[in-house]
């Protein structure tokens, strides 16, 4: 809920406080990149010391980010909390781990989108209230007001997972007090974990790496192009969002079972079949009711390539590996589109990185062009997909 309220209008608050176009790519570039830091040693921690206790603590770190955001000043203050919070998002492959570990095999594709339905149930409508707020009070004093729910809310779910989540490796060490070994031997690993990853997924590891550059690009001007381009309202794009949401939400109940029976190949073809004329279109359409209906393709299209790779990843990587390999590919694939799933890991960030960077840029030059790139590029993910993606021989619990 606390997310779903603030984060579609972000790249609007940035502008707000006195940025441009390439500070929101510089913005969002340095989030990824501060994401590079830490994530090798919350795989090494969520494999080696356990996972619950640790997602709990963490938690609280993170929550503490949507201060800054709320008393930000200018948009310097906005990159220093994007940087923060990246940083602190190092538990992120725990949390993934305890995910895959708690749901078996031939069942993912529907618990996957259980997962998703749910919070997505809860969350459908706080894109819709923070359009309506800004419309009400104006954007920053609405975006301050966000995260300070965001902070309360935040709160919230940290004392949920402390308070309800079960560890799932056994003989935990527990993370203990000795920082140094922890740095030490995180980093050390992560030569390891790229090696299995490219020995056992490669063709999965190239398109993510593929499909992250090319959506972060994108992914922070989704409301910018909507606002300026299209000339909707603020409240319009929160509207999208809405409907967006509730359809994915219905959606990825069918979607789920869809992925057990035919497996996750095939459903990332159905990904690129919308998206690659779907981003294209986007840079033609000429009001709000095209945008809507074009968007809710584009969403639902981003739920298969999300719930199929989270369950290939499941299937493919073993239990006592599971969170530093996680670490590098996050839990699954995203077309980038706001509310399709975020894909995280140190090996997605750099790539992350630098379409970021690009991005603003990019933008700036002409705003169709991260759309008609993401065309291009999404075409050269279903090519590689076809030729180098395999559906994994072994089933792993």
């Known amino acids: 809920m606390s997310d779903a309220l603030v984060l579609p209008y972000l ?50 770190l993170y ?12 948009w310097q203050w906005i990159a220093l909390a994007v940087t923060y919070q990246n940083i602190v998002l190092f538990y992120m492959p725990a949390l993934n ?4 570990d708690s749901i078996p095999p031939g069942t993912r594709g529907r618990l996957y989108a259980l997962t998703i339905a749910i919070p997505n149930a809860v969350r459908i409508f706080t894109p819709y209230i923070g359009g309506l707020l800004i419309a009400r009070m104006g954007l920053v004093p609405a975006m301050k007001m966000g995260y300070l729910f965001s902070f309360g809310m935040g709160l919230m779910v940290a004392f949920l997972r402390l308070r309800y989540l079960k560890e799932t490796i056994q003989d935990a060490e527990g993370i203990g007090k000795n920082v140094v070994k922890i740095l030490v031997e995180g980093y ?54 809405l409907w967006a949401g509730l359809v994915k939400t219905v959606l990825s109940f ?18 690129y079949a919308i998206a690659i004329p779907g981003m294209y279109l986007f840079t033609m359409v000429p009001g709000f009711w095209s945008t809507m209906a074009l968007y809710i393709l584009l969403v639902v299209s981003s739920a298969f390539m999300w719930i199929a790779s989270s369950v290939y990843l499941a299937d493919s990587i073993p239990r006592d590996t599971r969170g530093r390999v996680m670490a590098g590919l996050g839990s699954g694939m995203s077309t980038e589109v706001v509310g399709g799933g975020y894909a995280s890991g140190f090996l997605v960030f750099i790539p992350m990185t630098i379409g970021n960077l690009l991005g603003g840029y990019i933008y700036d030059a002409n705003a ?24 994994p021989q072994k089933v792993q619990i």
């Open 63 to 74: 929550v503490s980010s949507f201060l800054i955001f709320s008393f930000a000043p200018s």
């Open 188 to 241: 050390r690993n992560v030569l390891g974990s790229v090696k299995w990853t490219f020995q056992n997924i490669r063709g999965y590891a190239i398109v993510s790496m593929i499909m992250a550059f090319m959506g972060s690009i994108v992914l922070p001007f989704w409301v910018v192009y909507a606002t300026e381009i299209i000339a909707l309202t603020e409240y319009q794009w929160g509207v999208i969002m």
């Open 368 to 391: 169709a062009y991260p759309w008609i790139i993401q065309s291009i590029m999404l075409t050269v993910g279903l090519l590689l997909t076809i030729v180098f993606l395999k559906e």
């Open 254 to 271: 069918y979607i789920g079972g869809i992925v057990d029976r035919v497996g996750s190949k095939k459903c990332f073809l159905v990904t």
């Open 11 to 60: 790249s609007l608050y940035i502008l707000a406080l006195g940025g441009d176009k390439p500070t929101i790519g510089w913005v969002n570039a340095m989030g990824s990149l501060a994401a590079c830091l830490l994530y090798p040693i919350g795989g090494y921690i969520a494999d080696k010391s356990g996972r619950a206790k640790f997602v709990g603590i963490s938690t609280l």
């Open 97 to 100: 781990a305890i995910m895959a």
